[in-house]
């Protein structure tokens, strides 16, 4: 089970942190990822991190602003986001693959959040 939490309003410029909670005893040995679905679009890949957290992933629109971070003792998945623009207003997920997996492509996760909504006003 996958449940995010951290979403919110802020505004253009602001910054919000988002976590995900990760039930599973093999939470350590998953690679983790964020996507955003906005309104009348599909989802789409935002940033991953690998299951060691050495290699960490990003959509380019998000580098410089967004960095992904686990924490393999809590069993979380964060995603601190700087530098907010209204374009990335969405509902935010993350979800988890066995590793070995293309990160950017969501039919290759296994497990997915049910989301949280971050709004960002101009």
């Known amino acids: 089970q996958l449940v995010e939490s951290g979403g919110g309003l802020v505004q253009a410029g602001g910054s919000l942190r988002l976590s995900c909670a990760v039930s599973?005893?093999?939470?350590?040995?998953?690679?983790l990822g964020w996507f955003r679905q906005a309104p009348g679009k599909d989802r789409e890949f935002v940033a991953a991190?690998?299951?060691?957290?050495?290699?960490?992933y990003y959509k380019d629109s998000v580098k410089g602003r967004f960095t992904i971070s686990r924490d393999n003792a809590k069993n979380t998945v964060n995603l601190q986001m700087n530098s907010l623009k209204p374009e990335d207003t969405a509902t935010y997920y993350c979800?988890?693959?066995?590793?070995?997996?293309?990160?950017?492509?969501?039919?290759?996760?296994?497990?997915w959040g049910q989301g949280t909504q971050v709004t960002v006003s101009s």
């Open positions: 979800a988890a693959q066995v590793p070995g997996r293309q990160v950017e492509m969501q039919s290759e996760y296994d497990y």
């Open positions: 991190v690998s299951w060691s957290g050495g290699s960490t």
């Open positions: 599973a005893r093999t939470f350590s040995a998953w690679a």
